[in-house]
């Protein structure tokens, strides 16, 4: 069974940078497409970024665009989310998410991916 990691979450004023790392320690990550999504308290699930398993192909939330990043270095077996302009509507716990896209790139829909993370905590406040 596929067990995601996340890390890099904290607390950062306005304006700051953060970056997420998401991780499968024992298994490889070549495969899957990941996706990262948030969830703050009181809302829905809603998809942020996703990179494919060739990281050929990224799409973004466009409440994120231009200022968030994702990527992914198989070699480290690692995919990054990098979050730049931080702002308090970007509170939320953040999870990575993984599925298989052999045939078809997932898009930022929760209910297509597989696997998940626990979370990790992304505060922005001054």
């Known amino acids: 069974q596929l067990q995601l990691v996340e890390s890099g979450g904290g607390l950062v004023q306005p304006g700051g940078s953060l970056r997420l790392s998401c991780a499968a320690p024992g298994f490889t990550l070549d495969y899957f497409a990941i996706g990262w999504f948030r969830q703050a308290p009181g809302k829905e699930r809603e998809g942020v970024s996703r990179?494919?398993?060739?990281?050929?192909?990224?799409d973004y939330a466009d409440s994120v665009k231009g200022r968030f990043t994702i990527s992914r270095d198989n070699a480290k077996n690692t995919v990054y989310l990098q979050m730049n302009s931080l702002k308090p509507e970007d509170t939320a716990v953040y999870y990575c998410a993984a599925v298989r896209d052999i045939w078809t790139i997932p898009s930022l829909r929760s209910h297509e991916y597989d696997f998940w993370g626990q979370g990790t905590q992304v505060t922005v406040s001054s």
């Open positions: 990179v494919s398993s060739s990281g050929g192909s990224t």
